[in-house]
């Protein structure tokens, strides 16, 4: 029986996230794959990528992969990563495209002005180490995190750690390492499991069920992002 399964699209370092899991959990069998088969047999899945998203669905589909997802994302463990989050949603304004609409929400971009508290203009994408605002649901604070992901504005209050399993072991504002022009706005606030700032709050991880996503790359984010990696090889929902 194959543990963990790595789906193989095409898209992104898929090298770095089955080493991370494989230092995590050294006794599982894991492996990368682009045979639906394999990812339908898998006890768990991860669905990572890198690249534009037009891309990742064309590739997605002519692999013959998007049922296989799908299936996986509804029925065992599943951890999206970076594009492997956008995907999930119904729809990104890269491109112009749709997702695989399992959660309700669209994908957008930064603006094209972003500027620091000192006035400062950011890049665009959004690159390298940043803290990681996790949610303690059910809280207000979730409500406000929709709303900032939407209209921008405000301070989240993010002084408890998140309840979520993955979150177990991982301190608040730990620094996860980001590469991304696009975030996600969740329609449903209570999938909401984490905000980071870039400059305003964006939502970078969500949770429903079986399901867990996140913006950052927890492959390239050493102890935090190996912990978080950890977690979700034991996680049982």
């Not at 509804?74 to 949603?89: A, S, V, Y």
């Not at 390298?128 to 406000?144: A, F, L, M």
């Not at 993955?166 to 706005?185: D, E, K, P």
Request: net charge neutral.
């Amino acid at each position: 029986m194959i543990d963990v399964a790595v789906v193989d699209y095409g898209m992104g370092n898929l090298r770095s996230v089955e080493q991370a899991l494989r230092k995590v959990a050294p006794n599982d069998k894991i492996i990368v794959s682009d045979d639906a088969g394999v990812i339908a047999n898998a006890r768990r899945v991860v669905f990572p990528g890198q690249g534009a998203m037009p891309d990742c669905m064309r590739e997605l589909e002519t692999r013959g992969l998007r049922n296989a997802v799908l299936e996986a994302a509804r029925n065992k463990p599943f951890l999206g990563i970076c594009i492997g989050l956008q995907m999930l949603f119904e729809h990104s304004t890269e491109g112009n495209v749709a997702g695989l609409g399992i959660l309700r929400g669209e994908v957008v971009r930064f603006a094209s002005d972003l500027r620091d508290a000192q006035g400062s203009r950011l890049k665009v994408p959004h690159m390298g180490w940043n803290r990681v605002h996790q949610i303690s649901t059910p809280r207000p604070e979730v409500e406000d995190a929709l709303a900032f992901s939407t209209a921008g504005g405000g301070k989240l209050d993010s002084g408890l750690a998140g309840t979520h399993p993955l979150w177990n072991g991982i301190g608040q504002n730990a620094r996860f390492y980001f590469v991304h022009s696009y975030y996600v706005r969740p329609q449903d606030a209570a999938l909401i499991q984490a905000t980071s700032d870039y400059p305003q709050p964006f939502v970078c991880a969500v949770a429903r069920d079986n399901l867990f996503g996140v913006q950052f790359h927890p492959e390239k984010s050493q102890t935090a992002g190996l912990k978080l990696l950890q977690n979700f090889v034991q996680w049982n929902p």
